[in-house]
């Protein structure tokens, strides 16, 4: 299967900062990313949906402020928190579509943020 | 409001046995269902999935029922094996227009296969 990165893969930041998390498709070009976020012991929940080139739509109720995605190219999809607090603490995971096709959504392996 | 649901958190099964994990839904514009296998510290991987045009696929050891009016879908996995172990998550999405491709997932079933 396809290969699909983050960076970090764990991050503890201060409250008041912000993160920027990093989620690339290796060895493939992303038509779309998605960027989920899940709680402990929950589901994965979709925060937003990114296109190369184009504005993020988020999800209802997901601050496009406070999430900041920038998808600079068919491979980089990038993740800002931004003025983090310890309720944006989570697990931030990714996807990538190879193609339009939905068995050619690969995941990344995630990143642990956790705000003091 | 939980539009997918995996009301089973863990299950147990002894190897070479069948595990059926199951999968409920309420939103009636769901026409697309997949499986996928989590191991810890990684992404889900894709399993199996099933449109809502079809009742059943099956991929190797791996079959996967849907039962439209019920809202239901299912697992199965024949035979059970301990590399099986992980947690399964069961997702759903509307695929027409801006929606193709967003995913609303279940919270997940751990599955343990004892040798």
């Known amino acids: 299967g396809a290969v699909v990165s983050q960076h970090p893969s764990w991050v503890i930041c201060k409250s008041g900062t912000s993160v920027k998390i990093e989620c690339r498709s290796l060895d493939f070009q992303a038509t779309t990313m998605f960027w989920y976020r899940q709680f402990p012991k929950q589901s994965l929940m979709l925060m937003a949906t990114s296109n190369e080139g184009s504005k993020a739509t988020y999800e209802q109720g997901v601050e496009k402020d406070k999430f900041l995605i920038n998808h600079a190219s068919l491979t980089l999809s990038t993740l800002t928190v931004t003025s983090a607090h310890p309720e944006d603490s989570s697990f931030y995971i990714c996807?990538?579509?190879?193609?339009?096709?939905?068995?050619?959504?690969?995941f990344g392996p995630g990143t642990r943020l956790t705000v003091l | 409001d939980q539009q997918v649901k995996q009301n089973s958190p863990s299950l147990s099964v002894q190897e070479g046995r069948i595990s059926i994990l199951n999968c409920d839904y309420t939103?009636?514009?769901?026409?697309?269902f997949l499986w996928y296998k989590k191991y810890p510290a990684e992404g889900p991987t894709f399993l199996i999935s099933i449109s809502s045009i079809k009742d059943k696929n099956e991929d190797g050891r791996f079959t996967v029922f849907l039962n439209k009016s019920a809202k239901h879908l299912s697992l199965h996995i024949v035979p059970s094996q301990p590399g099986d172990s992980a947690v399964y998550f069961c997702a759903a999405s509307a695929s027409g227009g801006t929606s193709y491709g967003k995913l609303t997932f279940g919270q997940g079933t751990i599955l343990t296969v004892h040798p």
């Open positions: 939103n009636s514009m769901f026409d697309y």
């Open positions: 996807s990538a579509m190879r193609q339009v096709s939905y068995n050619e959504q690969f």
